[in-house]
């Protein structure tokens, strides 16, 4: 049997006038991350993670940001294409384990919604999908809310 493991990060800015969007849903602030994309920086680290694993390059790769068919993009249907590129591949996911890294706002409430979201494009149980979430202590561009970050840990089954 054969198993790969992989890793993915991800950052982006936060500002006003943007929708935040993590872990493929809007969350409720007053800023949302800056980027090509709808940026969501979960969803990111995830598609990242997932093209490690598989040996596929990474996510700009895939989906260049200078590309217009990119352009605001919900990134759900990155996954959904990450996800056809590892099958392709014969693989199928065992399990992810991902931490948001952000000062506010709080996303416990979410987390249950998110777990679902990603669960259901992947086709894997809620139970295989993990989303924790820390803050920086106030250290930082992210203890400043000036930038959000994700990471996750992707491990991939030769099916
Ligand atoms: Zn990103």
Redesign the pocket.
């Known amino acids: 049997m054969s198993y790969r493991v992989g890793f993915g990060i991800?950052?982006?800015q936060l500002t006003e006038g943007r929708d935040l969007w993590l872990g493929g849903m809007k969350i409720p602030f007053h800023k949302g991350s800056l980027?090509h994309?709808d940026?969501?920086?979960l969803l990111?680290a995830i598609c990242d993670a997932l093209l490690g694993a598989a040996c596929l390059g990474d996510?700009g790769l895939h989906f260049p940001n200078d590309s217009v068919e990119f352009q605001d993009i919900d990134s759900k249907i990155l996954v959904q294409r990450t996800i056809e590129l590892v099958k392709k591949e014969n693989y199928v996911v065992v399990n992810i384990d991902t931490t948001v890294c952000l000062e506010a706002p709080k996303i416990k409430a979410h987390v249950e919604q998110m777990r679902k979201i990603i669960a259901s494009i992947l086709g894997i149980s809620v139970n295989d999908i993990s989303i924790k979430a820390t803050t920086t202590e106030k250290m930082g561009f992210i203890g400043r809310g000036e930038g959000i970050a994700a990471y996750a840990t992707v491990l991939l089954k030769k099916a």
């Open positions: 991800d950052f982006h980027g994309s940026a969501d920086v990111h996510i």
